[in-house]
């Protein structure tokens, strides 16, 4: 047991690390052992003191390095806070360029709604005009038309009056031929086929005021007989109708009627 005893003891000598510092080797300790029996007397071992442990190294310096790595962690960071800036200044452009072509085609399409409303009232108003236009040439074809029939209603009446101004004017020209004739003396050098314009001017009631003869194939004698014969005639024959009366009278005179 005493010799176990020793074995363990210098083992454990053998093997002693100071734990205090990692970076000191262990140093292994000279011991001296003697064998002893069991009824030998143990003497315990002679320990050789041990040299104190070397001084520790001094730490480098390493507060440049540290003041650099800290300058490159500033200038990352720096770096990073101005890429993120960078990037919302560019997001905010973006958005901003995307707003302002939202509000550019907003506005174009505004101006679009704009001009084809302006198209559509301008060509709403050209229909218009065209409907006033057509209108107003339909309602002047109405008018002509109606002017016209009552033109040709007029004309009609006025043809119908004629025509019966113009028979009873002849009725009443032909009554004073007959008067002047029945009252003409004809003079030794009227011959056959005498025909003479004579101009009468009367009175309203058939006075006769004066007589000129006009173109006349006879001599002064039947120029003379003939004014004497309507002079003698006074007053003439009054018209069936008054209103073909004339103060002038322009007849022709033929003594064979």
Avoid at 148 to 157: G, K, T
Avoid at 174 to 181: E, G
């Amino acid at each position: 047991m005493a010799l176990l005893l020793h074995v363990v003891v210098f083992g454990s000598l053998v093997f002693a690390f100071d734990f205090r510092d990692r970076a000191t080797p262990a140093v292994p300790l000279v011991l001296t052992a003697t064998l002893v029996t069991d009824n030998a007397i143990v003497i315990p071992p002679q320990v050789e003191e041990q040299p104190p442990p070397p001084e520790p190294e001094p730490e480098p310096d390493t507060s440049e390095q540290d003041r650099i790595r800290a300058e490159e962690q500033k200038r990352l960071e720096d770096a990073r806070i101005e890429r993120e800036r960078m990037d919302r200044i560019r997001e905010a452009e973006k958005e901003a360029e995307a707003e302002r072509q939202r509000q550019a085609l907003a506005e174009r399409r505004r101006q679009e709604e704009e001009a084809r409303k302006e198209a559509e009232r301008l060509e709403a108003e050209r229909r218009r005009q065209e409907e006033i236009e057509r209108q107003r040439r339909e309602n002047e074809r109405l008018r002509a038309e109606a002017a016209a029939a009552r033109q040709a209603e007029l004309d009609a009446e006025t043809n119908r009056i004629q025509a019966m101004q113009a028979d009873a004017k002849n009725a009443y020209v032909y009554a004073i031929q007959q008067r002047i004739q029945s009252r003409w003396v004809a003079p030794p050098t009227a011959t056959e086929g005498i025909e003479c314009i004579v101009n009468i001017r009367q009175l309203p009631g058939g006075e006769v005021v004066s007589v000129s003869i006009g173109r006349c194939n006879g001599d002064a004698a039947v120029r003379r007989s003939i004014e004497n014969a309507v002079y003698q005639s006074s007053p003439l024959p009054n018209p069936p109708d008054p209103s073909v009366f004339d103060r002038n009278i322009v007849l022709e005179f033929r003594p064979r009627d």
